[in-house]
């Protein structure tokens, strides 16, 4: 067998440029507990306590970022996410690896086989056997089952993406089942908007199959999906999230209007494209209203361009990881939207994500534009999302958020992700928040004060979180942070 040679690339100081950056890391963030606010783990895995036959169905089979790299290496997408063997999909991934420096998933990919797999060997064409077989038998060991994946990363709570019809017994099982893992489902309310899409009609008629209602009424829909909300509550719901297309526009119509353009649906006429955007303004603001009322966060975002390849879509499903950045954000339609809440007094806590870098400093400003009193952070400007979650990313993020709001009120990484493997992303972004802030103070930016500073990183990796998300106090102790 070839011989393979080990790295240290991941080494206790990675991505730590000075000796602050190392403390605050090592005594401050290392240890906190993760809540992952938005994750799309798929929950029926997670009751079923699944575990993986091979490295490949854990590695690359539910994670499309590394699908668009491979299909931007040349990889034909029969070796990707089609007939070909787990291994051979494998090897191509391992193949490609290696011309991925500078992407985030080059770091990300050692530093997964490292903390979950113990390996150091770079992962190529040479290495790929060895790390497929050792991996393989590991995975054969119950320590490596998707509930003991997910609590060796320290995940206190996690919110899986759920639909409105979707099964919640699931989170609850496994919540029982499993001390000190808090399995929370959101409510992905898009479904509920896609008044345009073939597949409405058929979603519509579920609604009312469980509701036990019947809907030949805008109000009816409006009180089949209140109905569904307090479903999502009693399972212990903090969260829903709704995709701002950049296509988006906000025009709020009267309810007669609205409900004559629901009607027009129900009688399956078409609406053009002027009265979709209305109708879906309208019930965008009926849900924003919901959610206040019912204290759900409400999580938008933006500026996602989905509609790209017609091909890549059949052949991939319609999340294969071939969707783009979107163009600006409407700035002007969000905020009508938002003050439209905020005037009826029924504007819910936000968060706010965008793929698009250009709108990372009109977000940021607007965390100012909708405070209340006694509500910190009220209105957050979300972590770097999808294509942005890379280094310069999250530092440019952290760096425009102190500059344009207040950095420590804001509440950390999520993964947004399908992988187990993917809460990595939380150690990717407290060292990258450890350095950054290392970095202002060697400048002499921020003062050289451990105690302002280590609150700073605890409360940024974990309690704004903790309180913003979950309303409750510290519930983590460790005698090496406390002041």
């Known amino acids: 067998m070839h011989k393979i040679k080990k790295t240290n690339f991941i080494n206790p100081d990675f991505l730590l440029q000075n000796d602050l950056a190392v403390t605050l890391f090592h005594t401050v963030a290392k240890d906190l507990p993760i809540i992952d606010y938005h994750n799309h783990i798929n929950p029926k895995d997670l ?3 699944k575990k993986y036959n091979n490295l490949a169905q854990l590695w690359l089979a539910i994670d499309p970022y590394k699908h668009r790299l491979m299909r931007i290496n040349g990889i ?48 190529n064409e040479r290495s790929a056997s060895f790390i497929w077989h050792t991996c393989n038998e590991m995975l054969q060991n119950d320590k490596y089952s998707i509930i003991n994946l997910i609590k060796s990363w320290n995940v206190q709570l996690m919110s899986t993406s759920d639909d409105l019809l979707d099964d919640l017994k699931l989170h609850q099982e496994v919540s029982r089942s499993y001390n000190n893992l808090d399995i929370r489902p959101s409510l992905r309310g898009d479904a509920m908007l896609a008044f345009d899409k073939p597949e409405y009609a058929t979603w519509l008629s579920l609604l009312a199959n469980q509701t036990n209602r019947s809907i030949n009424h805008l109000v009816d829909y409006q009180e089949a999906i ?16 709704h995709a701002l297309d950049p296509d988006f526009y906000y025009e709020l119509p009267t309810e007669q209007v609205a409900a004559n353009f629901f009607k027009k649906i129900l009688d399956k006429k078409t609406l053009n494209n002027v009265e979709i955007l209305q109708l879906k303004s309208y019930l965008l603001s009926f849900l924003g209203k919901a959610y206040a009322t019912k204290g759900l966060i409400l999580q938008l975002h933006i500026g996602a361009q ?73 209105i957050q400007f979300g972590p770097a999302w999808w294509y942005n979650d890379h280094y310069e990313g999250i530092e440019q993020h952290l760096k425009i958020l102190a500059n344009y709001g207040v950095l420590s009120r804001f509440i950390g990484m999520t993964t947004d992700s399908r992988s187990p493997l993917s809460f990595s992303r939380h150690e990717y972004f407290r060292r990258i928040l450890c350095n950054t802030i290392g970095v202002w103070v060697q400048k002499g930016l921020f003062p050289a004060d451990l105690s302002l500073l280590s609150q700073l990183v605890k409360d940024i990796s974990f309690e704004n979180a903790n309180q913003w998300i979950l309303n409750q106090n510290t519930i983590y102790e460790n005698s090496s942070i406390k002041s």
């Not at 003050?339 to 100012?368: R, V």
């Open 306 to 378: 989905r509609e790209t390849s017609t091909r890549l879509k059949r052949l991939a499903g319609n999340f294969g990881g071939f969707a783009c950045i979107g163009s600006s954000c409407d700035t002007d339609s969000l905020c009508r939207f938002m003050d439209s809440l905020e005037q009826a007094a029924q504007l819910p806590k936000m968060i706010l994500y965008t793929l698009n870098p250009a709108d990372y400093e009109p977000l940021a400003s607007l965390t100012g534009s909708f405070a209340e009193d006694g509500v910190p952070g009220k």
């Open 76 to 123: 034909a997408e029969n070796d990707i996410t089609g007939k070909a063997t787990d291994w051979e999909k494998f090897y191509q991934w391992a193949c490609t690896l290696p011309k991925t420096v500078g992407n985030p998933l080059f770091h990300w990919s050692y530093l997964e086989l490292k903390r979950v797999f113990g390996i150091d060997e770079p992962l």
């Open 226 to 241: 209140l109905d569904k909300l307090d479903e999502f509550m009693a399972a212990g719901c903090l969260l829903a999230d």
């Open 47 to 49: 009751s079923d306590n």
